[in-house]
């Protein structure tokens, strides 16, 4: 529970760094040619968020040799995506906050199916 606090704790820092100073960090990193990117800095911090909680989950399933709910969620975060960029792809911020819905929705559903296993587990016990 606390890597996922910490890492996603810094993932919404980053992102509200990142679009609080967009075109500064753009200019200092890319160049002032790449300025018009700016405007695409926050649908990729707010896709960025849920793909940080996946690989956090993904890093503490793997080390528990239970990886079942990640493949799972993951697969169907993935079905989904795929549903989202037919339907939400007028612009790349609706493509982007489609695909973010729907690793929110695969993160919810793995901590929802690692939280009832491990009731389960202890209920066994």
Same mark, same amino acid.
């Given at each position: 529970?606390?890597?996922?606090?910490?890492?996603?704790?810094i993932?919404?820092?980053?992102?509200?760094?990142? !679009?609080l100073?967009?075109?500064?960090?753009?200019k200092?990193?890319y160049?002032?040619q790449?300025?018009?990117a700016?405007?695409?800095?926050?649908p990729?911090?707010?896709?960025?968020?849920?793909?940080?909680f996946?690989?956090i989950?993904m890093?503490?399933?793997?080390?528990?040799? !239970?990886?079942?709910?990640?493949v799972?969620?993951?697969?169907?975060?993935?079905?989904?995506?795929?549903?989202?960029?037919?339907?939400?792809h007028?612009?790349?911020p609706q493509?982007?906050?489609?695909i973010?819905?729907?690793?929110?929705?695969?993160?919810?559903?793995?901590?929802?199916?690692?939280?009832?296993?491990h009731?389960?587990?202890?209920?066994?016990?």
């Amino acid at each position: 529970n606390k890597s996922l606090i910490y890492g996603g704790g810094i993932a919404i820092a980053c992102a509200v760094v990142l !679009n609080l100073f967009s075109e500064f960090v753009i200019k200092i990193m890319y160049g002032a040619q790449y300025i018009t990117a700016a405007q695409y800095m926050l649908p990729i911090s707010v896709l960025i968020i849920p793909v940080t909680f996946f690989m956090i989950l993904m890093n503490y399933q793997l080390a528990v040799s !239970n990886s079942k709910p990640l493949v799972f969620s993951l697969a169907l975060s993935i079905v989904c995506s795929g549903i989202a960029v037919v339907l939400f792809h007028s612009s790349i911020p609706q493509l982007l906050y489609g695909i973010s819905g729907c690793l929110t929705f695969g993160v919810v559903l793995d901590l929802m199916i690692t939280k009832i296993q491990h009731k389960r587990l202890i209920a066994l016990k």
